[in-house]
């Protein structure tokens, strides 16, 4: 199976500041790659398919890139309901895999 | 309104069985590839399952291999998850989502499974 990785863990942000996730395959994957967010006690939410095309609903200041094995979600000025967990999501073959997840909270 | 709800989550022996249901409304449910994701309590997400529009292929990740069954009924608009020999490492929140070519777009509240004596 491929084994998905991200940093950091956590991180602490303060609301306008740009943030930046990392994932890492560990195999190529093409640009099969979803990033989403969770909030606690709710369902997680599709914010980038493909590795960079923005979900339908989801604010312009989430961006994603990448291809092959390493890929990047950016917020480009955070803002006070974006304090969450992101994952990443492989989904170029079976078992697709996530991420473990980078806590996004409040400095 | 695209809406995904599970039900028949609980509390079960370890080595028994239960049987998921997620109900769906709002779209053509039997164009759409489904799948299931679980979550331990303060865990990560994890990938379990997928099948296809017409229910003649399905996947599943190796923890589940041989003991949960995906299946579907395009009539009732209604994916499930049969579990047989639950352990107590399959405690989690079940959910299931519609796939997005890929990815899944509209994910269900969870249902939450609980494996213990």
């Known amino acids: 199976a491929i084994q998905m990785t991200q940093s950091p863990s956590s991180l602490s942000a303060s609301v306008g500041d740009r943030v930046t996730i990392t994932c890492r395959a560990s195999q190529g994957i093409r640009n099969d790659l979803g990033w989403y967010q969770q909030k606690p006690g709710k369902a997680p939410k599709l914010l980038i398919y493909a590795a960079s095309s923005l979900q339908s609903g989801v604010p312009s200041r989430f961006s994603g890139s990448g291809s092959g094995t390493d890929f990047t979600l950016t917020i480009s000025s955070l803002q006070p309901e974006d304090f969450a967990t992101y994952y990443c999501?492989?989904?170029?073959?079976?078992?697709?895999?996530f991420g473990p997840g980078t806590k996004v909270d409040i400095k | 309104e695209v809406q995904l709800v599970e039900s028949g989550g609980g509390l079960v022996q370890p080595g028994g069985s239960l049987r998921l249901s997620c109900a769906a409304s709002?779209?053509?449910?039997?164009?759409?590839?489904m799948h299931w994701v679980r979550q331990a309590p303060g865990k990560g997400l994890v990938w379990v399952s997928r099948?296809?529009?017409?229910?003649?292929?399905?996947s599943y990740a190796d923890s589940v291999k041989g003991r949960f069954t995906i299946s579907r009924d395009n009539a009732k608009n209604t994916l499930y998850l049969q579990m047989n020999s639950l352990r107590a490492e399959d405690t989690a929140v079940y959910y299931c989502a519609r796939d997005l070519s890929g990815p899944t777009d509209v994910w269900g509240q969870g249902t939450t499974v609980t494996v213990s004596s």
């Open positions: 709002g779209f053509t449910f039997s164009s759409y590839w």
């Open positions: 099948i296809n529009s017409d229910g003649s292929s399905t």
């Open positions: 999501l492989q989904d170029y073959n079976y078992p697709f895999t």
